[in-house]
């Protein structure tokens, strides 16, 4: 056959139909064998574990590592400020930047040191139970399987006294702006979130007009404050719905940072679709979630547990 049309034609354009699918599996198998090999662990490359649970948060996890990484240092210390782009964001009165830093400053000579959470650790597996105050926990009983968490991070006003059957007695970190306020016992770590400069100074005042002992102990605590880690929530997670992310979503942000484990208990409606505290009674029926997207923030944690991410305890 001369190298001529008919011979495209009749020859070569029907060898084409043929070779080209048996290249494209060829291909398709070279590298499927590849990763196998690669992924499977007998033979793939090793992988030192993230942490020593059995399935750490951040293992795998791209659309996780990928939200994280974009997190600002969660605390405010004083080598981290925020930038003026963020005060304006996170401001709420006229006053100005240079007037933030200086309150700033004397928060910092008050409160020397800050917390330190421990790093990742391929022999550590921090289990971390987010405890809100939602109606939901009321006859749950899960006091005990709350406690058996190393880390227990509970929010604004959450008693546990007389509560210990649904929410258990133990506390690690205890997250609060001066509205929910109340004193801590010596095992407990305060976590503030400052929601304006009023708060800040708010803090100033409470600490310098009354030391006494129970006072002069709180500041022992190491005591930590964010805001940039606000707006990171805010952009990132909610994709700027609301005013505010909710001082429980940040704080569930916030353990996603540093937890290999995370149990999520106390946060939506009870059965009946009441948004009420498991320490007091029901009084409103319509009570709803405030400025921040509630809802929103519920249909993420939702997700996350559906994903497997975290587990998830709505108490019905
Ligand atoms: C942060 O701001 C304060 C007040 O403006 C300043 O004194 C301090 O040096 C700054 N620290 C850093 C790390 O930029
Ligand atoms: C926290 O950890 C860092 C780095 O590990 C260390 O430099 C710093 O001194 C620690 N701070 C406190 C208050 O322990
Ligand atoms: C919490 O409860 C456990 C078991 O019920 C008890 O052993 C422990 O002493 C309690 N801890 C505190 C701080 O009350
Ligand atoms: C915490 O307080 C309890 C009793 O109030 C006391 O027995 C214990 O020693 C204190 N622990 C620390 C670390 O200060
Ligand atoms: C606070 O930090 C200091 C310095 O890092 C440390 O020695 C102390 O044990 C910490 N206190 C608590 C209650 O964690
Ligand atoms: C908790 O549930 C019990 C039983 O249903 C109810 O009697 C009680 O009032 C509830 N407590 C609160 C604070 O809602």
Redesign the pocket.
């Known amino acids: 056959c001369r190298f001529s049309y008919f011979c495209f034609v009749f020859f070569l354009f029907p060898l084409s139909f043929f070779l080209f699918p048996l290249c494209f599996v060829c291909f398709c198998s070279v590298f499927l064998i590849a990763g196998v090999f690669l992924s499977c662990s007998p033979f793939g490359l090793p992988r030192p574990p993230v942490c020593a649970c059995n399935k750490c948060l951040m293992e795998h996890d791209q659309w996780l590592s990928e939200r994280t990484k974009e997190s600002p240092e969660p605390f405010l210390s004083p080598t981290n400020n925020i930038s003026e782009d963020t005060f304006n964001w996170w401001k709420y009165d006229r006053r100005n930047f240079a007037f933030y830093n200086k309150i700033v400053d004397k928060v910092f000579q008050i409160f020397p040191?800050?917390?330190?959470f421990t790093?990742s650790s391929p022999d550590l597996c921090r289990t971390c139970a987010v405890v809100g105050n939602s109606g939901n926990l009321n006859g749950s009983h899960y006091g005990p399987l709350i406690d058996f968490h190393d880390i227990v991070i509970r929010i604004n006003r959450a008693p546990t006294k007389g509560f210990e059957r649904d929410v258990g007695n133990k506390t690690t970190y205890h997250v609060m702006y001066p509205n929910s306020f109340r004193n801590l016992d010596n095992t407990t770590h305060l976590l503030f979130f400052p929601f304006k400069i009023y708060d800040l100074q708010w803090l100033i005042r409470f600490f310098t007009q009354r030391i006494d002992s129970d006072y002069d102990m709180l500041l022992s605590k190491?005591s930590t404050f964010f805001n940039s880690f606000m707006k990171y929530v805010h952009q990132i997670w909610l994709k700027q719905k609301g005013r505010y992310p909710s001082t429980g979503f940040i704080t569930l942000v916030l353990s996603l940072h540093m937890c290999d484990e995370v149990s999520v208990f106390g946060f939506g409606a009870d059965k009946n679709g009441n948004w009420n505290h498991y320490y007091e009674p029901l009084r409103n029926k319509r009570l709803r979630t405030g400025q921040h997207p509630g809802k929103l923030e519920y249909q993420f944690i939702v997700k996350l547990h559906e994903q497997q991410k975290i587990n998830f305890f709505r108490g019905w």
């Open positions: 040191t800050k917390v330190n790093r190491n």
